[in-house]
């Protein structure tokens, strides 16, 4: 596995891929790698013949107070693993290497940037439109590799490449789970033991809103107000949003017409984690 810090030599390797005819496919992530990552690379290789994994904590998507100084990192563990999974090439820059110190152009995610994760974390997906734009620019994949769990995201990133003309494919993976239902998360590392069992209720109140909707329940708010109640029964957990929304504009629902997704946010603790389900009527 090739280990590259800087866009020149990004260009050079997928240059000399591309000469050989092979498909490139980009995995971008934050490092702090687990099973859900990994997931993401092995259905990258399984359907590309070059695989460049990125590794970079964002600064631009971080607020004031969030988490980027402790952001979980451990780039010789990460590296390892990659290469285990026949990882062509890790692209781990610096922040001056992505950011020129008088940077000003950014990307703007439009209304669906200000929903959810948005009204919660003003300007954080300017910073991730960004620097996946960036990303791609740079690798220039055939395809690009992302996880459900951060379902706003995805749609927003799909959208995004979509309206700007980018030529890239957007690949979604699934949720990779562990086996209570906690969705896997590098941050998932913050939570000490009683939060640990805690942090399932994310994963439960998303089950009661499906288990509802399976049974004939189509009033979307009803599904909503189901998983507030059952997160407000949990001490350690402070809820910041539950709601059933449109799978592709993200607004909220009122009847389950079309398959939706539930998006639920909440802090445990001082550890603030997300999560989504689809959800479809019965």
Request: charged fraction near 25%; hydrophobic fraction near 50%; charge should be negative.
């Amino acid at each position: 596995m090739e280990r590259l810090a800087s866009k020149e030599e990004v260009r050079q390797a997928i240059g000399a891929a591309r000469r050989e005819g092979k498909r490139i496919a980009l995995v971008p992530t934050m490092g702090a790698l687990h099973e859900g990552h990994l997931s993401l690379v092995r259905a990258a290789c399984s359907r590309a013949d070059y695989v460049a994994v990125s590794i970079f904590v964002n600064p631009a998507q971080f607020g004031a107070g969030e988490d980027y100084e402790s952001y979980p990192r451990d780039m010789a563990r990460d590296a390892g693993l990659l290469a285990a999974e026949g990882v062509d090439a890790l692209f781990a820059p610096s922040a001056s290497v992505m950011y020129a110190a008088d940077a000003e152009v950014t990307v703007d995610p439009g209304p669906l940037g200000e929903l959810w994760e948005g009204a919660v974390r003003p300007g954080h997906f300017r910073g991730v439109c960004t620097v996946v734009a960036k990303l791609l620019s740079i690798v220039r994949p055939d395809l690009a590799f992302f996880d459900e769990k951060d379902f706003q995201q995805l749609v927003i990133v799909r959208r995004m490449v979509r309206d700007l003309d980018l030529a890239v494919r957007v690949e979604a993976c699934p949720v990779v789970r562990e086996h209570d239902g906690l969705a896997l998360s590098s941050r998932n590392a913050y939570l000490a033991a009683d939060e640990r069992a805690a942090a399932t209720v994310l994963y439960r109140a998303l089950r009661s809103a499906e288990t509802l909707a399976l049974g004939g329940e189509c009033d979307a708010p009803a599904l909503a107000d189901a998983m507030r109640e059952l997160v407000a029964c949990e001490p350690l957990a402070t809820l910041d949003y539950a709601a059933v929304v449109d799978r592709v504009t993200l607004a909220e629902t009122d009847a389950l017409e079309a398959p939706a997704r539930a998006l639920i946010a909440a802090r445990i603790g001082a550890t603030r984690l997300i999560d989504n389900l689809a959800i479809e009527a019965g």
